[in-house]
């Protein structure tokens, strides 16, 4: 069974920096496509930044060049480094696994981006 542990999250300034860290067991990782979405409250949950099992990247508009989202195989892990945080960054990030049918979650990090 696909598990999916986020650790990384917090409060942070404007302009700060946060790195988010998902460690997944239960799956072969390297075949996975990895990513984050964020979901900020009375919002839909929206794509923030996926890699794909071969190493291609593809982020949201709202956060190119502020977050580089990268994976570890050997430690089964994917993070997001987040950049020039701004206050509309604030939401609960979650992780996602997918390589066919439906795709598998972590719980989800709460980020709050506040001064």
């Known amino acids: 069974q696909v598990q999916l542990v986020e650790s990384g999250g917090g409060l942070v300034q404007p302009g700060g920096s946060l790195r988010l860290s998902c460690e997944a067991s239960?799956?072969?990782?390297?075949?996975?496509?990895m990513g984050w979405y964020r979901q900020a409250p009375g919002k839909q949950r929206v794509l923030v930044a996926i890699v794909t099992s071969g190493g291609s990247t593809n982020y949201a508009d709202s956060v190119k060049g502020r977050f580089t989202i990268s994976r570890d195989n050997a430690k089964n892990a994917v993070n997001l480094q987040m950049n020039s945080l701004k206050p509309e960054d604030t939401a609960v990030y979650y992780c996602y696994a997918w390589r066919s049918g439906s795709p598998a979650w972590g719980q989800g990090t709460q980020v709050t981006v506040s001064s």
């Open positions: 239960g799956i072969i990782f390297s075949r996975y496509d």
